[in-house]
């Protein structure tokens, strides 16, 4: 019994680097790999943080905006700050929000 197997696994050793050296031969002429799914993640990825960002903002909106509108009727109310970005950053046709706290 162990003669078979030491032979089984001889004629296995054999033929693996045999179709290594097979494969090698035909490595060049191989299409190349494709592209389509890191194309497809990073769809998804961006279009997660697109659906993110808008159900962020409606949020602000929804507990926020409400409050600040009770509190002070007729004044518009202030841009939400960016919430993973800390660097400085402009608002057009507005001021400049106070640092993040």
């Given amino acids: 019994m162990a003669s078979y197997l030491w032979r089984k ?14 494969w090698d031969m035909l490595e060049p002429y191989r299409r190349p ?3 389509t799914p890191l194309v497809t993640i990073y769809v998804a ?4 943080g697109v659906i993110g960002a808008a159900i962020t ?8 905006q409400e409050k600040y509108w009770e509190d002070h009727p007729g ?4 841009l939400m700050k960016p919430k993973f970005y800390g ?6 046709k507005g001021d400049v929000l106070p640092p993040n706290e």
């Fill in 87 to 92: 660097g400085p950053w402009k608002v057009l």
């Fill in 45 to 48: 990825a961006f279009y997660t």
């Fill in 9 to 22: 696994y001889a004629d296995y050793v054999y033929n693996k680097w045999e179709r290594t050296f097979f």
């Fill in 33 to 35: 790999k494709s592209f």
């Fill in 75 to 78: 004044e518009a109310v202030p």
């Fill in 57 to 64: 903002e409606q949020l602000y909106k929804f507990f926020y």
